[in-house]
């Protein structure tokens, strides 16, 4: 399978622990995004990669929140002391980056449960 | 922000037309309306995107009315599998992010 991948698939956590997501972008992408979804809402922006530069950051990434693309291919996202908050699906997607409103291809979410 | 409004559900039977509608009365006139659907429990699928002209694939066709305010996704002959949330969103070319709002919610009913 040559499209997003996500892990894990699901994590569960208690509060006050620091968790870390792993997404893998189809080989050729130069762009990398990580969204947020909560139940019953679409998916929020978080943070977008161009290459291995962290080029957009929602408002929504709070200082808890950081993510990497270190070689600009697989990126992290990892959470500090967990808050119930937190839970939601995690998505990660990419793009070509030919240009910039290519359209982007979405892993399958990593679900965060915070206890 | 979602600059889109979209019913919350439709329903739809098997085998006919499903035509989701998108308001975007907002829009300016760099901006591409693209639609994506998930399916439950999975991440979001790219449908199609479109600028001016109607636009047809092999999954779906986007008309876009003549003043670009509205558009509508068609899906000629729906199936159960295309029961799923429908997203349309609006974008300039050059932005990065998605605004998916909370779309709408296809029923495709045997």
């Known amino acids: 399978d040559t499209g997003v991948s996500q892990n894990p698939r699901h994590k569960i956590t208690k509060r006050g622990q620091n968790v870390t997501f792993r997404c893998d972008p189809i080989?050729?992408?130069?762009?990398l995004y990580w969204y947020r979804q909560t139940l019953g809402q679409g998916p929020e922006f978080l943070t977008y990669f161009q290459n291995e530069a962290q080029l957009e950051k929602s408002r929504l990434l709070s200082d808890r929140f950081s993510a990497e693309r270190p070689k600009g291919s697989f990126s992290t996202l990892e959470i500090q002391r967990t808050e119930q908050g937190d839970s939601a699906m995690y998505l990660c997607a990419s793009s070509l980056g030919i240009r910039a409103g290519d359209e982007q291809f979405f892993g399958p979410g990593t679900r965060l449960t915070v206890l | 922000d979602a600059k889109t409004t979209q019913p919350p559900s439709m329903d739809c039977a098997e085998g006919r037309a499903a035509n989701l509608p998108c308001n975007h009365s907002?829009?300016?006139?760099?901006?591409?309306v693209y639609w994506y659907r998930q399916i439950h429990s999975q991440g979001p699928q790219y449908i199609i995107h479109g600028l001016k002209n109607n636009e047809t694939n092999e999954m779906a066709s986007l008309i876009i009315t003549e003043d670009r305010k509205s558009s509508t996704l068609i899906l000629p002959h729906a199936t159960l599998r295309d029961t799923a949330v429908y997203y349309c969103?609006?974008?300039?070319?050059?932005?990065?992010?998605?605004?998916f709002g909370t779309g709408t919610s296809l029923t495709v009913i045997p």
């Open positions: 080989s050729e992408h130069n762009r």
């Open positions: 969103i609006v974008r300039v070319d050059t932005g990065n992010q998605f605004y």
């Open positions: 907002t829009i300016s006139g760099n901006e591409y």
